[in-house]
């Protein structure tokens, strides 16, 4: 406990100027290292299903869907494509009616960006980088739990329109009076997505893979892998 007491040894009211760095208590008192506050680990959210679907559904919205492909995730405002994941690029890109600096799958703005990346302690621009960033967001306007529900409704749309502005308010408007995508469009494509998610992990759950054969060149795994090739393939190899 001394090295705790350490800490206490500045006088109210003194200075910043005054007070011992962490590294100087550190140097000169090895074992209060123990006592001084870690910093905290990034933050990691889980990827469920219908958190992936809302993923989905944001991207589709803000036209970085591009089918799917990770293509999405280099995509800058106005549809050019940045140079890497590196880092946001924080570029003004102009168009006939707007500028905008919007970058990514979420189309995040520079200065959102900033709050996001020291918020989680996360670096880079990469794709599950920039998916927990958005989830970040997500949680930041109230909206995890109803997005955890599995359900796209109204509400939903509107709690996260401050931050999308192709999502529409109640109202059925964007938030900042730009294009903004049809709830009802919004909601058959997350209801879809969120089907063929789920299936995928029943599958999943359901057929579990089979562990390698060993030894492999047993006569036993040989036969088993003619199997998984087929009728057809195994009568070609003849």
């Keep these: 406990m001394a090295g705790l007491a350490l ?13 011992p760095s962490a590294a100087a208590l550190i140097q000169a008192h090895p074992h209060t290292a123990l006592a001084l506050p870690l910093p905290p680990p990034p933050r990691i959210f889980a990827i469920t299903p219908e958190r992936r679907a809302l993923l989905n559904t944001i991207r589709f ?13 280099r995509i800058m405002f106005g549809g050019g494509l940045m140079p890497s994941l590196e880092r946001h690029p924080d570029r003004v890109v102009r168009t006939a ?9 979420y189309q995040f703005m520079p200065f959102t960006w900033n709050l996001v990346s020291r918020s989680l302690g996360i670096a880079e621009f990469g794709p599950q980088v920039q998916d927990q960033g958005a989830i970040f967001l ?14 796209f409704t109204p509400l939903l749309a509107a709690k996260l329109a ?9 109202a059925g408007h964007s938030y900042y009076g730009q294009p903004v995508k049809r709830f009802h469009d919004l909601k058959r494509f997350y209801d879809d997505n969120l089907a063929r998610l789920r299936g995928q992990l029943t599958v999943a759950a359901v057929e579990p893979p089979k562990p390698a054969c060993t030894p492999a060149t047993s006569l036993r795994c040989q036969l088993e892998s003619l199997d998984r090739l087929g009728p057809r393939s195994r009568t070609s190899s003849l």
């Design 138 to 151: 997500i949680q930041r306007r109230g909206a995890l739990a109803l997005a955890d529900q599995g359900l």
């Design 61 to 73: 919205a803000e036209g970085t869907w591009a089918g799917g492909d990770d293509i999405g995730y």
């Design 97 to 105: 009616r707007y500028a905008s600096a919007a970058a990514g799958a």
């Design 7 to 19: 800490l206490a040894l500045v006088a109210p009211g003194a200075g910043a100027a005054e007070q």
């Design 162 to 170: 401050p931050e999308w502005a192709s999502f529409p308010t109640l």
